[in-house]
Every structure is written in structure tokens, then in C-alpha cells.
């Protein structure tokens, strides 16, 4: 049967032991089991305040945690329409549009509602309120933001954290459920599985440093790098077709994301239109590796091919074009604002298709080896 102690036995039991008798008596006059009593030992061991009062680590923890409680009331009080004297309707109305941002607890306890009929309300109308929602769709945006940012590796406890050092206060609980609707997971889980599974499937660099092709939309050829101006970052991802080296289709984003790279494919076979024998070559990033845009090359035929881990060459081509977009461009540049940026490199891109000569070309512009191939 299990030993119930008291509060006052416990600090008792303590205080011998800081009076100089030893733990090994103390247990074995009481009976305690010796793990248990260093327990009582680490909880209650007294602190002496300014104001000469003893308060132990428990007691701390405790009025920590209902200061903390206290606080959350105040704001929500400072937040709603109404008072504690308003009617049921309208204090529930308004403690649902806080649904989510702080405890049940918290909310109910602010104005005086039990806990049962505010949970029975917003289960009977959350679908059909309009703030509720709007709020729902808002935090979604936000998650997925951070998930993205973080290269999708945040699970719902550190996008929460995220999420509070913005101003945005909300629970683990409510992040987790907007991720599980959203399809998001933290691929920390899924690393090794998928990379053991990447190996499996074979995916492996089908050019081997050949960067040749016999006719254009045969081989394409893709990377993003990034470019810091007016104290912002911007991602720039580019796909060339490796007959003309001609680069067609490229995107500039904020965040370094599959969608990024979807994006800038989808823009680039919708205007192309390839046969079913096109290869596509990038690096290994995790968004290249991506499920989404894997399933995306999988569906319309496409063969992927990767660089070797750690191996830049094996994308040379691509390498080489960011080493001119940036030697010849952005690094002679001093820009204003990220329009003037894009601007630029839209500016540039329309140059090297347009009138830029290639070696590789003989000289020839990439609109121009291409129109050779096409007059053929």
C-alpha cells in the first residue's frame, strides 16, 4: 500500500536534515526510502526572501505558476467587450475569439464561466463563426511560414515558441492541430527513413558530368542561391536547358522552399511543353528531394537526376551561371529597394537568353543556338 506523506512531514523531515542529522538516520528512523527523502530535499529546501520568509522550491514553482495564471486574466480582461456582470451570451461570444490564444483556464476563470458550458458553445459553434475561423486561417499562414522557414524541420511545440516571440500567443495543442490539417510534419522524423528510401529507389546522377544534350528540352538543369540586399535575404532558383544554355524559367522568393522550386518548374514546363523523355538534374537539397516535387516529376515522366553529395560540379553548369549573374550583376550594384533587385536580374536574364555570346555556344547567344536547331 502506498505511503502518503503530508506537506508539514516532508518539511520536517527536511529540516532535520539541514539541523545536521544525517539522511541515512532520518530514513532509517522514518522508514522513507532514501531516493525519496533527496527528493524532499531538492523540493524544500527553504530560500530566505528579503522579507526574511521561507519559501521553498515547490512553493516557488506553485506561485509562479499562479502569478502567471493571474497575469493571462488581466490581459484578457484589457482584450474583451464586456464585463464579468454582462450577460452569459456575450462573455461566451467574446471568450471564443480568444479560443485558442490562452488556456481554457485562463478564460473562463477571467469571467466567471464554467468550463463545461464554454467548451459545450464553442464545439456547437465554432463552424459556423466567422471570427473563429478567420482567426484558424490566419494562424494556419503563420504556421506554415515558420514551417517553411525552418526548412520543415519545427514541430508544433518550437513553432509555438516562434510564434510567442512574435507577439502571437496561442497553444501546442492548437499548432498541432492546424499542422495535422495542414499535412505538415517535421521531417526530423522522417530524415533517415526517406534518405535509406532515396537510396533505395536509386536516385542517382544520371548525367555524370555530362553536360551535353542533343536537342533542347532533353536535359534541364537547376539550383537556387541567395543574394543579401536592403537587409533582406531573396532566394533565386533557376532552371537552363543544357542544349542552349538558356535559362527558362527562374523565380525570386523569400523563403528557400519547395514551393520555390515547384513553382519554378511548373512555370518552365507550361512553357516549354517537353516530351516524356525530359531528365532533370539539381543538387540533393531537401527541397529537390522533396516528396511533393518528386510525386510532381514522377507524374508527368519526368527523370530525376542528382549531384553526389558535397560534389558542386556535377551541377557546374548552373554553378557557372550564378558565378556570372552575380560577377557581372549583383555585385556591381548597389540596390535601393528589392524591386530595383528584381528588376535587375529579370534585366540580366533577358540579356544573357538575348545578346550575351557562350563559349560553350561557339559565340552564339542561347536564343540563337536554339533558333539554329529549330531552323534545322
Known sequence: ????????????????????????????????????????????????????????????????????????????LQIVNCTIASPLKVKLGELTQLYGEYSV?????????ARGTFYNHVF???????????????????????????NQIYGARKIRAVLQTRGINTTDKMV?????SMNLHSIRGETKRQYNRFLKEGKKDVLKLNFTAKAPNKVWVSD??????????????VIIDLYSRKVISYKISQK?????ITSTFKLAYEDRQPDNDLIFHSDRGVQYAAFAFRKLLKTLNVTQSFSPTGRPCHNAVMESFFA??????????NYHSVREFEQSVKDFIKRYNKERPHVTLRYKTPNAYEQVYFER
Open 176 to 180: 498541432l492541430e492546424l499542422m495535422q
Open 124 to 150: 456547437r459553434n465554432k463552424k459556423g463563426n466567422n471570427s473563429y475561423k478567420a482567426r484558424r486561417e490566419q494562424l494556419s499562414r503563420q504556421i506554415k511560414e515558420i514551417y517553411e522557414e525552418s
Open 224 to 237: 537556387v542561391t541567395y543574394f543579401r540586399t536592403c537587409d533582406t535575404t531573396r532566394y533565386i532558383c
Open 1 to 76: 500500500m502506498k505511503t502518503y506523506y503530508t506537506k508539514e512531514l516532508k518539511q520536517q523531515l527536511v529540516k532535520r536534515y539541514y539541523n545536521g542529522e544525517s539522511a541515512s538516520d532520518v530514513c532509517l528512523h522514518t522508514g522513507v526510502p532514501r531516493s525519496t527523502f533527496y527528493t524532499w530535499v531538492k523540493s524544500y529546501k527553504a530560500n530566505h526572501t528579503a522579507s526574511s520568509l521561507e519559501i521553498c522550491a515547490v512553493d516557488y514553482a506553485r506561485q509562479k505558476k499562479h502569478t502567471q495564471k493571474l497575469e493571462n486574466m488581466i490581459k484578457v
Open 105 to 113: 483556464h485562463v478564460l473562463c476563470d477571467s469571467l466567471d464561466v
Open 324 to 333: 556570372t549573374l552575380k560577377k557581372e550583376e549583383l555585385y556591381r550594384i
Open 256 to 260: 528557400h522552399s519547395t514551393q520555390l
